[in-house]
C-alpha cells in the first residue's frame, strides 16, 4: 500500500519499485549492499542504497544494512573503505565514508519516526563522528582517511569534506533527539563550514574537475543563499551536457546518472526545484528494460558504460525524487530552510 501511494503522488514516469527491486536483488542476507551482484561494498554507497530502500518502502531491508554496518565498524569508529565477500580489500579508513551512516540514520528516523531504531544507532553514530573530528586540521578542513598502516593522510577534499558537514549536522540532530550534548561537534562543523565556504585553497585541487567538488558545498547546506546560487552558476556550463546532464568530470564525456542526480537534490536543496525537475527529466528515459537506471554513458554516441546495475545509482535516483516531491516524511533532509528551521548550526 505504502508504495502505491508514492506511485500516486509522483507526478514523473518513474517506476519506484522498479528502481528499488534492483537494489533488493543485489543485497545480501546478512544486509550488506554491494555495488551491483558480485560487486565491492563500500560504506558510503551502502548507505546510499539503504537510504533509497526505505523511500521505496522497503524500511526491513534498510534496517537490515544499517545493522551490517554496525557489526563491521572498527574500534575507532571508522570502517574499511571497501568489503568484497564480507572480507576487506582496502583498509583505508576513510573520514567520509565512515560518517554517512549519520545521514542514513537521521534519514531512516525522519521517514519512520521510530525512535528506537535512533537509540539503538546512536552509539554507532557518535562513534563515527569522533573519528573523524580527531582528524580535523586546525584550519577546520577534515582529512580525508588513515592508511592501512594507521597514518593519517594530511589532505582534505573539498567533496569528502562537503559530505562529512552534512553528515555532522545529522549527528547533531540526532544528538538532539537522543538527548545528548555535543558542543565539541558543533564548534568542529563550524569550523568545517568556515573552511569550505572561505577555505578553497586548503582542499586537494587535482579533484576540482569533478562535478561533485562543484555542487557537494551547496549539497551539504555548507553554502546557502546566494553564495549557492552563485556557484551553480559559476560552473554550470563546465559541468552540464544540456538535455543530457552532469558530466562526471569535466574533461571528458561521460554524463552519470549519480552525479546529476546528486546535482538534482541539491538544487532542490537550495530552492531552485524547477531547474531542478528539468534536469530530472533528462534522465527519465536513461534506464534499462526492467526499470533500473544506468550508471552512466557516454555522447555523443550514447553507449552504455558500464553496463552494470549500481545500487548506489538507483539508490540517488530514488532520493531525487523524494526531494523533488516529498514522496516521504524525509524529502526535505537536504533542504536548507530545514536546516535554518531545526536550529541546528545556524
Excluded at 304 to 310: A, L, V
Aim: some cysteine; charged content about 20%; hydrophobic content about 45%.
Amino acid at each position: 500500500m505504502e508504495r502505491e501511494v508514492l506511485r500516486k503522488k509522483q507526478p514523473l514516469e518513474i517506476d519506484i519499485d522498479a528502481i528499488a527491486a534492483v537494489i533488493l536483488l543485489t543485497q545480501k542476507e546478512n544486509g550488506e549492499i554491494p555495488w551491483s551482484i558480485g560487486g565491492k561494498t563500500d560504506p558510503w554507497d551502502h548507505v546510499e542504497a539503504a537510504m533509497g530502500l526505505a523511500i521505496a518502502g522497503h524500511v526491513a531491508a534498510a534496517e537490515k544494512a544499517y545493522q551490517w554496518l554496525a557489526d563491521q565498524q572498527l574500534e575507532d569508529g571508522s570502517w574499511y573503505a571497501a568489503y568484497q565477500d564480507g572480507a576487506p580489500i582496502d583498509r583505508t579508513r576513510d573520514t567520509n565514508m565512515s560518517t554517512y551512516i549519520a545521514v542514513g540514520v537521521f534519514h531512516h528516523f525522519l521517514l519512520t519516526g521510530n525512535a528506537g531504531f535512533l537509540e539503538a544507532m546512536w552509539p554507532v553514530v557518535e562513534k563515527a563522528i569522533d573519528f573523524a573530528v580527531r582528524l580535523q586540521a586546525p584550519t577546520g578542513e577534515i582529512y580525508w582517511a588513515k592508511s592501512p598502516d594507521l597514518k593519517v593522510d594530511p589532505m582534505a577534499l573539498l567533496t569528502g569534506s562537503s559530505s562529512i558537514f552534512m553528515s555532522m549536522k545529522c549527528a547533531l540532530a540526532i544528538a538532539k533527539q537522543v538527548g545528548a550534548n555535543r558542543p565539541d561537534w558543533e564548534a568542529a562543523a563550524q569550523k568545517l563550514k568556515k573552511a569550505i565556504k572561505h577555505g578553497y585553497h586548503l582542499f586537494n585541487i587535482a579533484k576540482s574537475h569533478y562535478s561533485m567538488d562543484w555542487f557537494y558545498p551547496v549539497l551539504s547546506g555548507a553554502l546557502t543563499g546566494e553564495d549557492a546560487r552563485k556557484r551553480i552558476d559559476q560552473y554550470w556550463k563546465k559541468f552540464i551536457v544540456e538535455g543530457m546532464g552532469a558530466l562526471c568530470v569535466s574533461n571528458r564525456p561521460w554524463v552519470t546518472i549519480a552525479e546529476t542526480s546528486e546535482l538534482v537534490i541539491a538544487l532542490a536543496a537550495a530552492g531552485n526545484r524547477k531547474v531542478g525537475e528539468i534536469v530530472f527529466n533528462w534522465l527519465l528515459d536513461r534506464k534499462f528494460d526492467d526499470g533500473s537506471y544506468w550508471c552512466g554513458f557516454t555522447y555523443p554516441d550514447m553507449v552504455i558504460w558500464p553496463e552494470d546495475k549500481i545500487t548506489w545509482t538507483n539508490g540517488v535516483v530514488i532520493m531525487a525524487a523524494d526531494a523533488l516531491y516529498n514522496l516521504t516524511p524525509a524529502g526535505g533532509l537536504f533542504r536548507h530552510e530545514y536546516w535554518k528551521e531545526s536550529g541546528v548550526l545556524v
